[in-house]
Nanobody, 122 residues
């Protein structure tokens, strides 16, 4: 069984920074694409950033130049560095693994964490 836990959220003033972490557990051999999503109050969930195993990154237009995603393939974990935060970034942030290859050579798809709250407010 594969699980993941997000951490690093909190309350920050506009212009501030936070670093979110996504830590996995379980019998993981490899992760295809790791991504961060967010859901703001009253809005649909949206993709914030994604990063393939090979290093290809994709960012939502609203966070380009401010957020940076990274991952450690050896440790099967990822981070989202968020700078110049704006009130519009307030949301619950979720880590997602699109497909995981386990050590038993089986594949598990679409794994989600419980989310971490980010609030940007003065």
């Amino acid at each position: 069984q594969v699980q993941l836990v997000e951490s690093g959220g909190g309350l920050v003033q506009p212009g501030g920074s936070l670093t979110l972490s996504c830590v996995t557990s379980g019998s993981i051999l490899a992760i295809d694409t790791m991504a961060w999503y967010r859901r703001a109050p009253g809005k649909e969930r949206e993709l914030v950033a994604s990063l393939t195993k090979g290093g290809y990154a994709n960012y939502a237009d609203s966070v380009k130049g401010r957020f940076t995603m990274s991952r450690d393939n050896a440790k099967n974990m990822g981070t989202l560095q968020m700078n110049s935060l704006e009130p519009e970034d307030t949301a619950v942030y979720y880590c997602n693994l699109d497909r995981v290859r386990s050590t038993t050579n089986t594949y598990i798809a679409n794994i989600w964490g419980q989310g971490t709250q980010v609030t940007v407010s003065s």
